[in-house]
């Protein structure tokens, strides 16, 4: 029987949702309330629902992995539960019990288990937001909210091979400041950045490479992902100052590499220091980390009309074994002797 997202080699990133969703309310002095699945549908909304208006909104962003057997794997759900968390603390938001979220997510998630796309380097994304629906006009945190949860089968990030990325370092525009909301999952975040992607995308670059708010000069994050440099044997990556979010692939990298032995350094990293390691070869390999590639290898920076080529442009041995080794543990190919795998049944 064909399955109900259809050809897995034509699935893209969120433009195909499942038949369910799930939809729990919150009221103040109620609490939680109201938890169900429920057929996918468009939402009633008034107008004056304080998340059009004044942005009370965060969200969440994990997969769900089919192994060759045909079991379900999270990876590491509990740090999403914790991150939204974090995220809705900071706009005034309720917290939703960690419980709630991650059961909440097995149940959907089981119900919808045909829809697991199980081609190599295909998922089930799965996004969890949180929204304020009290219809008042006003800068004030809402009474009301509404937490859901949908599901989306997506395609192998890298469909024509693991292959380097370019990226523009922007050094007018910035994302986030450091006290403001750059750490949390906020859509406010990334309505920020659209313009620096729209400058990347019109000079050929595939992402934007932020620099912090007040220098123009220290490295930040790279559109959903965190960054990493390798300086021979030695990793590198920016410190979370609370401008960047603090990504769980990152968290998962920094642990990897502490168990393969490499040395780790979290720090402030000028843009001035990447440029000089590259041309004097000291810098040996860039990438990035996220939910979506896992790992997305580097091959050029281009900062202030000046291309910098990194490892001639080619995939460099840490990247490709980072990239392995999240990509085996995620969907199950070895054993998972970090405790980072919550198989679903
Ligand atoms: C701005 C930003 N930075 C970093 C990341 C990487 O975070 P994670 O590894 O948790 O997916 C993401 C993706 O969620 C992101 O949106």
Sequence with gaps: MKPPYGDAEKL?????????????????????????????????????????????????????????????????PEQNARRLNRSARKLCMPELPEETFLSALKELVLLEKDWIPDAPGTSLYIRPTMIA?????????AKEYLFYIILSPVGAYFKAGFNPVSIYVEDQLVRAAVGGVGDIKTGGNYAASLLGGMKAEKKGFSQVLWLDAKEHQYVEEVGAMNVFFVFGEKLVTPMLTGSILPGITRDSVLKLAHE??????????????????????????????????????????????TNYYINDNQVGKLTRSFYEHLVDIQYGHVEDKLGWSYELK
């Excluded at 909104?57 to 999270?74: I, N």
């Excluded at 629906?133 to 945190?141: D, H, Q, T, W």
């Excluded at 979290?266 to 990035?288: H, N, P, Q, S, Y």
């Design 12 to 76: 893209t990133f969120g433009r195909m949702f499942t038949e369910h969703m799930y939809t729990i309310k919150y009221k103040d002095g109620k609490g939680w309330y109201d938890g169900k699945i429920e057929k996918y549908r468009p939402f009633m909304m008034e107008p004056a629902a304080c998340v059009f208006h004044y942005s009370q909104e965060v969200f969440e962003g994990l997969k769900a992995y089919k192994t060759s057997d045909g079991r379900v794997l999270l990876f590491r």
């Design 133 to 141: 629906s009290e219809a008042f006009l006003g800068v004030n945190s």
């Design 260 to 305: 393969m032995g490499y040395e780790v350094e979290e720090r402030r990293i000028a843009i001035d220091e990447v440029l000089e390691g590259i041309k004097t070869g000291k810098l040996t390999e860039i990438f990035g980390s996220g939910t979506a590639a896992v790992i997305s290898p580097v091959g050029l920076l281009h900062y202030q009309d």
